[in-house]
């Protein structure tokens, strides 16, 4: 099974940072790898597949990079409602086992 | 609009059975696969399994493989996450979502409490 790894788990930041989540895969995925934003009570919510496309209504300040094992997520510039737990999630095994990383939580400072 | 919609919350003791849903509106059901995630209370998002509601192919991850069933109906746009004896262990969060390009659109989630 392909393992993935966040880290941060949590990080503290102020609106107006630039913040960067890396992932890492236990194997190469290629870019098979998926970003999603989670509010507390809420769904999940997809922010970059494919490593680096943006999600249709996702705002530009978000942008993901990498290949191969190692992947991140970037927020140009905190907002206020960025403040959330982003996980990412391989897309790479067939048959579909989509594994997720363990979340990396962003607080307020 | 496309969307999901999930059955309600239940409450449940050890030893029952549950069938909870995942409806799809606003696009092609059967063309789409569509997977089951756990978020038991304050932790991270697991990967249960997934099935294509065209063909009813499923696959589940080894974790999940014979603690739960996957099934869907076609003809009702619906997918199906069951149970024959829940444990407390059950207790969690559980949200379907449609596998596009990512994960593009996720059900509410459906809260499951197994309690005696």
């Known amino acids: 099974d392909i393992q993935m790894t966040q880290s941060p788990s949590s990080l503290s930041a102020s609106v107006g940072d630039r913040v960067t989540i890396t992932c890492r895969a236990s194997?190469?995925?290629?870019?098979?790898l998926n970003w999603y934003q989670q509010k507390p009570g809420k769904a999940p919510k997809l922010l970059i597949y494919?490593?680096?496309r943006l999600q249709s209504g996702v705002p530009s300040r978000f942008s993901g990079s990498g290949s191969g094992t190692d992947f991140s997520l970037t927020i140009s510039s905190l907002q206020p409602e960025d403040f959330a737990t982003y996980f990412c999630?391989?897309?790479?095994?067939?048959?579909?086992?989509?594994?997720f990383g363990q979340g990396t939580k962003l607080e307020i400072k | 609009e496309v969307q999901l919609v999930q059955s309600g919350a239940e409450v449940k003791k050890p030893g029952e059975s549950l069938k909870i849903s995942c409806k799809g509106s606003?696009?092609?059901?059967?063309?789409?696969?569509i997977g089951w995630v756990r978020q038991m209370p304050g932790k991270g998002l697991e990967w249960m399994g997934i099935?294509?509601?065209?063909?009813?192919?499923?696959r589940y991850s080894p974790s999940f493989q014979g603690q739960v069933a996957i099934s869907a109906d076609k003809s009702i746009s619906t997918a199906y996450l069951q149970w024959s004896s829940l444990k407390a262990s059950d207790n969690a969060m559980y949200y379907c979502?449609?596998?596009?390009?990512?994960?593009?659109?996720w059900g509410q989630g459906t809260t499951v409490t197994v309690s005696s």
């Open positions: 999630q391989q897309s790479y095994s067939t048959p579909p086992m989509y594994t």
């Open positions: 494919a490593a680096s």
């Open positions: 099935i294509y509601p065209g063909d009813s192919d499923i």
């Open positions: 194997q190469s995925i290629s870019s098979s």
């Open positions: 979502a449609r596998l596009g390009s990512g994960l593009d659109v």
């Open positions: 606003g696009y092609s059901f059967t063309s789409y696969w």
